[in-house]
Structure formats: C-alpha cells, structure tokens
C-alpha cells in the first residue's frame, strides 16, 4: 500500500514537472524555506526542474524532502511513523504537531547548485538528526513494511551519490552531468 500511495504521488508529480523545468533550467544555485507537506510537495516539483534527468530524482528529492519534515522538523521517529500508518493517524498526527511548539517554528531549507561536474540538491531540518547508516542501504527485511525504504530508494534510484553530514540532519544528493551510456 505505501508503495502504492507513492507511486502515485510520483505521477501527479511528474505531470507538473513540466511546467516548471524550463524556469530552472535557468537556475544556478537557490535556497528554499519549507515547513509542511504541501510545501515540500510543491518544491519537489521545482527542484527537481534543476537536474537533467527530472523524472529520474523526483522520487528521490519527495522523500529526502518528506523525511526532513517527519522525522526531522516534527520528529516522529521509524517506530512512531510505523505506528500512526498502521492507525491512518499519520497526516493527522502531522497536522498537530505543525501546529505545536517546538515544532511549529521549525523549517527545513533546500538548497539546489549546479556546477560543472554535476547538480547537487542540499536538504537540511532543524531537527536533532539521526544514524543514517541503518536505512541508506537497501534491506529485504524492510520490503514488505510501511516505511524505512526512502533513503536506499532514493540512494539506488535518484541520485549518484547521496551523503549526511555527522549529525544526521543533512543530506546531499549528487548527479553527476557526464553522459550515461546508453546501450
């Protein structure tokens, strides 16, 4: 079923995405605010307008994006997530605590440059950051479960390269502009 609702989620998406690559085909380097769900949902839809490939880092940037609002800025930790899914509380359980301190003033900013050897995309909460190194890689054990699949998704699929700084509260998405082969 989550794979379902994102799958989705990616094709309505998707179908924005046009609208918006040319503008930021335009686009150096730009820093972006965002504090909700319909915010990050928006951005995705533009920064992903800044990489070659849109369709190819969209899934990527949503999750990376969703994960700085839910268990970063409000949070709500792998077990608590897998809990509120498992009720339908999710997007209610958000909705509360967006409008609660401390989580109320908190935002997440993304970051998007583009330089020779690739694009980059910066995402950055104000939360109090985790170990990533138990999600980055893909694991069997986590397929048929809620949650816990984003990162890998978005490290095999998305991106090159992706890297958290030591905190955990950081993550950079890489894509390399030289030529895949095409065979």
Known sequence: AAALRRVETNRKL???????RVGMSCVQSAKFKFRTPEEAQMLT????GSFPNPERVLPGISELMTNAIEHGNLEIGHARKSELLDKNALNQEI???LDTEPYRSRVAE????????????????????????????LDPARALKHNGRGIAQAKTISFDRITYNQKGNQVMGFVSSELELDW
Request: aromatic content about 8%; proline content about 2%; charged content about 25%.
């Open 14 to 20: 998707l179908r924005q995405i046009d609208a918006c």
């Open 45 to 48: 839809i533009l920064l992903s």
């Open 95 to 97: 909705e509360n605590r």
């Open 110 to 137: 993304a970051l998007v440059t583009k330089k020779a050897e690739g694009t980059y995309v910066v995402i950055t909460d104000a939360g109090l950051g985790f170990d990533p190194r138990t999600f980055i890689n």
